[in-house]
């Protein structure tokens, strides 16, 4: 857990140093940035183990940063604010805040709740195997397998079509908008909502050849779905 990666996303260089300074003696790798544009950028390329988010920031606040963060999936959240108000915490956690500090804060409370979170979520979820009808997705071994009656099919997929059936096995019958696909699954320079469509038709050929028709839909002017409810 100390060799975890946090991602730091604080608009006050000397306060971002400060918390920096403190993880890293732990043995934390600490990444920064000084605005919500930045930061999403790394928490995109970097995959951050866990984010530590002030509110107040330029451009984008810390709230939209958070539910970026939360449409690409379950990285944990520790939010920073000079607000007290119960009205901001409730916010906060509301949209998926895995904890809270109001500045001033001591940095050994960063440390220790930093440390209570990753205890809490390290490995959340990375190692489930997820299951949809007679579809096997392996988030560890990057494999995903289709039952059929001669035994278990092993469906060849590109990492970006493998991330893009994981991600949303992880959500069973959410609908997923393609701006969202393309934050939590795609890389840097894909973002184009027809290179999800290409990608989403690739991955329906391949799961239809392999038995799991119907699995992955298609929901007219939103976005895409995985459920077991239309086969």
């Known amino acids: 857990m100390n060799n975890a990666l946090i991602l730091i996303i604080e608009d006050e260089p000397e306060i971002a140093e400060i918390i920096g300074t403190y993880l890293s003696r732990e043995g934390f790798r600490i990444i920064t940035a000084g605005d919500g544009t930045v ?7 970097l995959r951050p183990d ?25 990285t944990p959240v520790i939010m920073v604010t000079a607000l007290a108000e119960d009205l901001d915490k409730l916010q906060a956690l509301r949209i998926g805040a895995d904890d809270y500090v109001v ?38 071994a990057y494999r995903v397998e289709v039952e059929s009656a001669e035994g278990p099919v092993k469906l060849d997929l590109t990492r970006t079509e493998f991330r ?10 959410r609908v997923f908008e393609r701006s969202e696909l393309v934050d939590a699954c795609l890389p840097e320079g894909e973002a184009l909502d027809r290179t999800v469509d290409s990608h989403v038709s690739n991955l329906r050929r391949k799961l239809t ?3 799991a028709d119907g699995l992955l839909t298609g929901v007219r002017g939103v976005g895409y779905r995985l459920d077991n409810t239309h086969g």
């Open 39 to 45: 930061g999403l950028a790394h928490h995109l390329r």
């Open 50 to 74: 866990l984010v530590v988010l002030d509110i107040k920031l330029p451009g984008q606040d810390g709230y939209e940063v958070l539910a970026a963060i939360r449409r690409r999936g379950d």
């Open 103 to 140: 500045k001033p804060f001591n940095p050994l409370e960063i440390v220790a709740r930093a440390k209570a979170v990753l205890r809490r979520t390290m490995g959340r979820g990375s190692e489930q195997m997820l299951r949809v009808g007679p579809l096997t997705v392996d988030p560890q």
């Open 164 to 173: 893009i059936l994981a991600h949303m096995a992880a959500s069973l019958g």
């Open 209 to 211: 050849a392999a038995g």
